[in-house]
């Protein structure tokens, strides 16, 4: 078992042979990360099975420095064998040693008198992104392949690549329908990369704008805003031992605007907006130590100026059966770690494929859960993540604890309830959509209850246009 210490000694190795093991200080920790690293690799020697994906919270028996300096340790995911035993003698381990910022969000408020808040700013790695990465559950290696992508950009723009000779921007585009996770998976993209970097930046900074604050009814003023916002970024962009993420949430209200202003329905104050956004993200965009991740939930509507800057354009979409399995799997370990629901052993999807998914007695309640995740397909992660509190408010009042089959019986009466309410909002929506046929056009395709009713049929990362 090897360590390696910076990212470029790591890259000639197999991507497949390297393990990032993240391991998060405690707030009071004063030891130098050096010695957390050689802690926590003579304890990962002990650890009769590693594997991908395990979260180490328990450290009992531990010497009393490894319990007063670490928190927990994070072993990196892999897309295709996650769970599976990591064989220690085959593989580098890269160890990244972080504390966490607990201070939480502050709100930019660009304009004094009006009290407009434009951004929200965090410190990374932040307390409040702790773990959101690990509860993201998506099908393919969307995941992995995002951080893949964000990595090479800063290792390239690390080393000084020519962009001349190599074209690459530092611009990540996540599109698709409301709800699946795509501003969530920036910050806690964000978040990872601070942690994974920890090498060559201190800290980072994740910047949210506020897209609809800038494109609303301050329009005459909004072109001052997006320069004094901008002014602010430069600021912290100055630093370079900081990594700083600027996430622009809903990119499509750019278009909206500049679609308004062509209209003639909104001032051609819009026009200079979205220019002078365009042009400040330009600026931005050249420096190493610069990401800018924007998120769309109208793929169709999004600024073509803007598209053309993003390298990476991913589509999210509704989990599948697995994930949606997947989910539903932590949300009921999550109520039985709280004691709501009693302990009681549940296989996973991977165990059930190593048992060529024979159903017998021990696992027949995996089975009642993955028939609940087939008819919740097309639900959003939003949706999804919601249906366990609703299950108890809605059909386990009273009941304060109870068995996993009790749960996952009333999971499936919630959903389909779920189901029920959608088609009722759906066919309301079409009856109004009929009786005016020309505001069905202008509305967005973002649906009343949040749900996605947009189809699209890409998939994977998109070449750029
Ligand atoms: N694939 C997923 N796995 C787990 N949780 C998910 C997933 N997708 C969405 N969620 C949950 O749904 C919540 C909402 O996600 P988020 O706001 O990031 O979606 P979004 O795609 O940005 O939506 P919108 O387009 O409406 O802005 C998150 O808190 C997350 O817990
Ligand atoms: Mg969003």
Known sequence: MDH?????????????????????????????????QNLVLHYLETVASMKYGDIYTDFAGQSDI?????????ISESSNSNSV??????????????????????????????????????????????????????????????????????????????????????????HGP???GKTSLCKALAQKLTIRHSNRFRYGQLIEINSHSLFSKWFSE??????????????????????????????????????????????????????????????????????????SNITGAIDLAFVDRADIKQYIGPPSENAIFSIYHSCINELKKRQIIT?????DLRTLKMMRFQENEANSTSFRLLEVARKSCGLSGRTLRKLPFL??????????SFTQEQFIAALSRCVDKQLADRELLANEIQKQYDNNSSEHLLTPKK???????????????????
């Not at 990594?243 to 622009?248: A, E």
């Not at 299950?391 to 304060?400: E, I, N, R, V």
């Open 85 to 174: 035993s990591i064989d220690k003698s085959k593989v580098k381990m890269m160890i990244h040693v972080y504390t966490l910022n607990t201070e939480g969000a502050a709100s930019e408020e660009i304009e004094e008198e009006e009290d407009i808040s434009a951004a929200n700013h965090w410190i990374l790695p932040s307390s409040e992104f702790e773990g959101l990465w690990e509860n993201l559950i998506f099908d393919h290696d969307v995941k992995q392949q995002l951080l893949n992508y964000s990595s090479t950009t800063l290792l390239f723009s690390d080393k000084e690549v020519d962009p001349n000779i190599i074209a690459w921007n530092r611009v990540v585009l996540l």
């Open 447 to 465: 649906s009343v209850s949040g749900e996605e009713t947009e189809h699209i049929h890409t998939n994977g990362i998109l070449e750029s246009r």
């Open 222 to 295: 909004s072109g001052k805003l997006v320069m004094k916002m901008f002014q602010r970024i430069q600021e912290l962009i100055d630093d370079p031992s900081a990594l700083v993420c600027v996430l622009i949430d809903e990119v499509e209200s750019l278009t909206a605007a500049r679609t308004a202003a062509m209209k003639g329905t909104e001032p051609s104050d819009a026009i200079r907006v979205v220019n002078a956004l365009l042009t400040q993200i330009d600026q931005i965009r050249k420096y190493p130590n610069v990401m800018i991740l924007t998120t």
């Open 343 to 347: 302990r009681a052993n549940l296989p």
């Open 4 to 36: 390696v210490n910076e990212l470029g000694d790591a890259l000639p190795a197999q991507a497949s042979d390297l393990i990032h093991v993240e391991v998060c200080k405690t707030q009071n920790s004063i030891a130098k990360d050096g010695e957390i």
């Open 178 to 180: 409301p709800g699946t």
């Open 66 to 74: 490894f319990t007063n300096n670490i928190d927990h340790i994070v």
């Open 391 to 400: 299950t108890h408010a809605l059909f386990l009042q009273g009941c304060t």
